[in-house]
C-alpha cells in the first residue's frame, strides 16, 4: 500500500518503512508526526481525493533535523564588473513511515461531531415567561404541542412544559 501525501509545498508518495526528507517540521528528534492532507491512496484499489482522502493518514517518525549541503548562487554579468555570490543550506527534517492507514484523530473527530447534533435535537428549547406569545407559539409548534392561538402565555408555557 502506498499514499501520496502533501507537506511542505510539495507531494510525496510514500510507502511504509519508507525513510525521505521533507521541508523542516516543528517537531523534536523520536516524535511522531501525523499527516492528514493524503492526497491519494493506492493498493489494490487507487483512490483518490478531492482534494484530499477523508479518514486517511500517514503516520511517521522523526529520525533527524538538519540541514542539506550548501548551494551556491553566483551572479555575474560580463563586462560590467557585477559579481555577487551567496550560499544556502536549506533546513529539512529526516522521517520514516510508520504507517498507512484510518486516521484515528478525524474518526474521533467526526464522532464528537455526531454527538452534540444528538444532544441538540433531544434536548428541548428553553422557555421563560419572558418570551413574546409569538415566540412561545413557535416553539411549541416546533416541538408539535397543539395550543390555540388564543391562549395566555401561562397555558402555552404550562402546555410546552407537560411535553
Do not use: C, W
Not at 428549547?125 to 418570551?131: D, F, G
Not at 404541542?145 to 407537560?162: C, L
Amino acid at each position: 500500500m502506498y499514499a501520496i501525501i502533501k507537506t511542505g509545498g510539495k507531494q510525496y508518495r510514500v510507502q511504509q518503512g519508507d525513510e525521505f526528507r521533507v521541508e523542516k517540521l516543528e517537531a523534536n528528534v523520536g516524535d511522531k508526526v501525523i499527516f492528514d492532507e493524503v492526497v491519494a491512496v493506492g493498493g489494490d484499489k487507487l483512490v483518490v481525493g478531492t482534494p484530499f482522502v477523508e479518514g486517511y493518514s500517514v503516520e511517521a517518525e522523526v529520525l533527524e533535523q538538519g540541514k542539506a549541503d550548501k548551494v551556491i548562487i553566483y551572479k555575474y554579468k560580463a563586462k560590467k564588473d557585477y559579481r555577487r555570490k551567496n550560499g544556502h543550506r536549506q533546513p529539512y527534517t529526516l522521517i520514516k513511515v510508520t504507517g498507512i492507514g484510518a486516521s484515528a484523530k478525524k474518526a474521533e473527530k467526526a464522532a464528537k461531531a455526531e454527538e452534540p447534533a444528538k444532544e441538540e435535537a433531544k434536548a428541548a428549547p428553553k422557555v421563560s415567561a419572558s418570551m413574546k406569545k409569538d415566540e412561545l407559539l413557535a416553539v411549541a409548534k416546533e416541538m408539535g404541542v397543539e395550543v390555540d392561538a388564543k391562549a395566555t402565555k401561562a397555558d402555552i408555557i404550562a402546555a410546552i412544559e407537560a411535553k
